[in-house]
Structures are given as structure tokens and as C-alpha cells.
């Protein structure tokens, strides 16, 4: 048989995902009208084979409760459990410590997801090649526009003919391929645990080289000197990336599934923006979800989704790439494109929000405009440069902001409680 993890982190990650962040876990952020770990689920229950699910992280119980709750009733055939790791472990730890809950009922193979990405899950083709070349791994891949945007991943360099992985990069100083790692995997029990377990055994082997702490693996790196101090038996941190799937690469059956679907990451706030756009767009040509959506009328450009408890004025123009949540008002002769509108917004009449996230029960005025800067399509970044500085190409509000009657919000990123009462561009207002 076949189970499933998706890794979530915890909360001293996703700080790119501020300010949304502060009021919601990253993984049960709305994109589409459900959390995004929801997609990741709903791509998971759609393998007839899979019957457990885990969400590994180090948040608190408490988080996914009511997620679990839902989806129980949503999805019956399948156990869903959150498994709370007691410090960040790495994604290689995270499934190690939770290796006898993930073996129990001996299943051959499981799939690894990360949940802060946006794709189709091309899960059963993964299953098709894994049985197809008696595989131990395959990884999901996609291919940038060049091997220097790939640099911001992992990158796999891979026999073109036989799909195996000859080669496998976390993050590399100098463009080694355009293929990259898009976060989905799917390993056979027999090999990853031992590999995992070599590698946490060549660690504790060999002196180990600290790396200096980026900002990013600060905390990681911090645990794994504690746990150094501490003596052997503690867990370290052991990341699947850059600890175990270059070893794969150089000694096993590891294959490649390259993706020609969408795929994205969600890591800045900005992106969730994109990542909505995909999943409507995704969902408006499948047959079973497209009656979730919005009817195409004179004022809805397809695909928008409205939470039946919104209420939109019929002469308000949507779309196309709009979500609205539960509860949300939008006035009439207002115009939405490309955004994200969260419960308990309100859009009074006539104002114009362009490329933009507006965060829970935040008021955007009369005739106002809140509006960021298109990316191309083809873009991995929602950043882009203005008069020589970096700034966000989405404009987010946060929770309950205001913007007042005609005022004019452009690419900015606005914290909670803010009130706007005259124009802004460009600017993190705190
Ligand atoms: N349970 C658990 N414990 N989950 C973790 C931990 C941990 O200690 N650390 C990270 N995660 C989760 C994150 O929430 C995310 O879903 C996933 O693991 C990967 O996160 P990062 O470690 O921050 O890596 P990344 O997103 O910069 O890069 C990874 O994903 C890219 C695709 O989006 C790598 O796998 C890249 O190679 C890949 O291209
Ligand atoms: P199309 O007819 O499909 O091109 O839509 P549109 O005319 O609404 O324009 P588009 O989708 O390209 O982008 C929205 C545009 O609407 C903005 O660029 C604004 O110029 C304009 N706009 C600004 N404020 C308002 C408003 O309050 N109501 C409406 N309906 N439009 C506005």
C-alpha cells in the first residue's frame, strides 16, 4: 500500500509569508476558495490506493484540529493525523522520527509533499514511472526558463532518455541545470529510512562543519548545534535536499517525473496571488469543480470564485483570477481582477482593486484603488524593481486595514489595523 506526508514547518517559518502570517498558519491560507494545504489533500485522496495521510510539522496541536475535522467529513475514506514534531528536525528528521507510524501496515512506497507549493500533483503518473523502472525514488520536476532563475532550488540533472537522476543540487552557487526539484516525492520504505539513518550516522562520524547561519537556517542551525552539545543519540537536523537526495542520485534507482503542468511556489505573501490564479484556472477547466465557480455573465470574467455567503453587486465587474470569501461586500460599479479578497472585506462603490490581496474584514473606500503591477506569467518572482529599489508587485493588505474614499494604494505591502487616508506607492506601511 501506498500513505502520504506533507510537510508544513512550522511557525518560525514562513516569514516571507508576512504579513498574512501573522493571523493565519501559511499551509491554511485561502487561495481559491480552500487552504492550501487542501490542495495538496484533495490531489492526495484522489489516489485510490492511499488510505493515511500525516501533516508533519512543529506547530501546535491546535492548528490543524478543525482542518482535520473538515476534511474527515469531506474526505471519509481517508485517516488524516498531524504528527507535531517537538523542534524543527528538517524535512529528513521530521519523517524519520515519525518512521513507526508512517511503517505501521508495512506499506511499500509513500509520497513526500511539501505544502508551500501549487502544482497539479501529477501523483498517479509519479506511481506509474516509480512501478515502471522498480524505482526507490522519484521526484516531481519542472523546467525554468534558464538554469540561472533554477539556482533558487534544488536542481536535478537527469539522463534525458531514461529518466534517472544522475545528479542532484540543493540551491547551487552556479547554474548546474534548468530542471529543479518542485517539493513532491515519492520514496519506497525499504530505501529512505536506512539512507536517512546513514546519513544521520555519517554525522555523528565525522566532526561536523557548522555553516555559518543564513537568516533563514538560523534556527536549524542553532538545534543542530545544541543537539551536537547535547551527545550523540539526540536528533540533528537532516534535511532530505541537501542531506540524502544527492546520495540517491549517485548510487540508487532514483528517476525523474518532469512536469509540463503549472507549478509554483508560495513563499512571499505576494504569491498566493499567482498560485490562485493557477488553481481557478486549474478547476474552471475540470468538469467536477467548475460548477464551484462563478457563472460567466457580462460582469464575470471567468475564472471567480464567491463564497456563497459574499455578497457582490451585480453591476460590479470580477475577474478574471478572483477569489472572494465568506462574507465579504462588494459595491456596485467595482472592479477586481487578479486578487484575493478575504472574509469580511468590504469594497464600497466603485473602487478598483488590481493585482492585490485584501486581508480579513479590511475596508477599501469609494472610487479608491488598490492596486500592485503584473508579473509576466512565466515569472518565479513577485518582486519587482521601482526607481532602483526592490519592492512587492502584489499590494497586500493585512488584516482589518482601511483605505479611505479616492485614495490610491500601489505596490505596497500595508501591516494589520493600518488606516490609509491619503495615496501610497512603494512602501511597507507600518
Ligand atoms: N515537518 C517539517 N519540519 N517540515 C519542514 C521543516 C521541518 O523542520 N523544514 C521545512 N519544512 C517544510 C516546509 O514547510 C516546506 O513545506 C518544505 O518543508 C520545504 O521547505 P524548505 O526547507 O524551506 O525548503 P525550500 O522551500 O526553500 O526549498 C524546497 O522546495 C523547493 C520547491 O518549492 C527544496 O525542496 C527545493 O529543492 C525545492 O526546489
Ligand atoms: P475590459 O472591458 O474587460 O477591458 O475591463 P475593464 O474596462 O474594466 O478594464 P481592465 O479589466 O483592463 O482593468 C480594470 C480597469 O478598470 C482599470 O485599469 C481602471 O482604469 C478601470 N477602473 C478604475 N476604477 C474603476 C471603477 O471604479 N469601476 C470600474 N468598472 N472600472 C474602474
Sequence with gaps: STKAVILVGGPSRGTRFRPLSLDVPKPLFDVAGHPIIEHCLSAITKVPEIKEVFIVGYYDESVFRDFIKDSAKEFPHISLKYLREYQALGTAGGLYHFRDAILKGNPDRFFVLNA??????????????????????????????????????????????????????????????????????????????????????????????????????????????????????????????????????????????????????????????????????????????????????????????????????????????????????????????????LEDVEVRHDACVLYAILGWSSKVGAWARVEGTPTPMTSHSTSIIKNGVKVQSITILAKECAVGDEVRVQNCVCLPYKELKRDVANEVIM
Excluded at 515502471?132 to 540533472?157: H, M, P, Q, Y
Excluded at 529510512?193 to 544521520?200: G, N
Excluded at 547561519?213 to 536528533?235: I, V
Aim: with cysteine; net charge negative.
Design 116 to 341: 508551500d507549493v501549487c502544482c497539479s500533483f501529477p501523483l498517479g503518473e509519479m506511481l506509474r514511472l516509480f512501478e515502471d523502472k522498480d524505482a526507490e525514488a522519484v521526484i516531481l520536476g519542472t523546467r525554468l526558463s534558464s538554469a540561472e532563475a533554477a539556482t533558487n532550488f534544488g536542481c536535478i540533472v537527469s539522463d534525458a532518455h531514461t529518466k534517472r537522476v544522475l545528479h542532484y543540487v540543493e540551491k547551487p552557487e552556479s547554474p548546474i541545470s534548468s530542471l529543479i526539484n518542485c517539493g513532491v516525492y515519492l520514496f519506497s520504505t525499504e530505501c529512505i529510512f536506512p539512507s536517512i539513518r546513514s546519513a544521520i550516522k555519517r554525522r555523528t562520524e565525522r566532526p561536523r562543519l557548522v555553516s555559518y547561519p543564513s537568516s533563514e537556517n538560523l534556527e536549524s542551525s542553532f538545534y543542530a548545534e545544541q543537539a551536537d552539545d547535547d551527545g550523540e543519540d539526540k536528533q540533528e537536523v537532516i534535511r532530505l535536499e541537501q542531506d540524502i537526495l544527492s546520495d540517491l542520485a549517485d548510487s540508487r534507482q532514483f528517476f525523474v517525473l518532469e512536469t509540463r503542468d503549472f507549478w509554483r511556489q508560495i513563499k512571499t505573501a505576494g504569491s498566493a496571488v499567482p498560485a490562485n490564479a493557477l488553481y481557478l484556472q486549474k478547476a474552471w477547466q475540470t468538469e467536477s469543480t467548475r460548477g464551484d465557480l462563478a457563472q460567466p455573465s457580462a460582469n464575470i470574467i471567468p475564472p471567480v470564485y464567491i463564497h456563497p455567503s459574499a455578497h457582490v453587486d451585480s453591476s460590479a465587474k470580477l475577474g478574471p483570477n478572483v477569489s472572494v470569501g465568506p462574507r465579504a461586500r462588494i459595491g456596485a460599479g467595482a472592479r477586481i481582477k487578479e486578487a484575493i479578497v
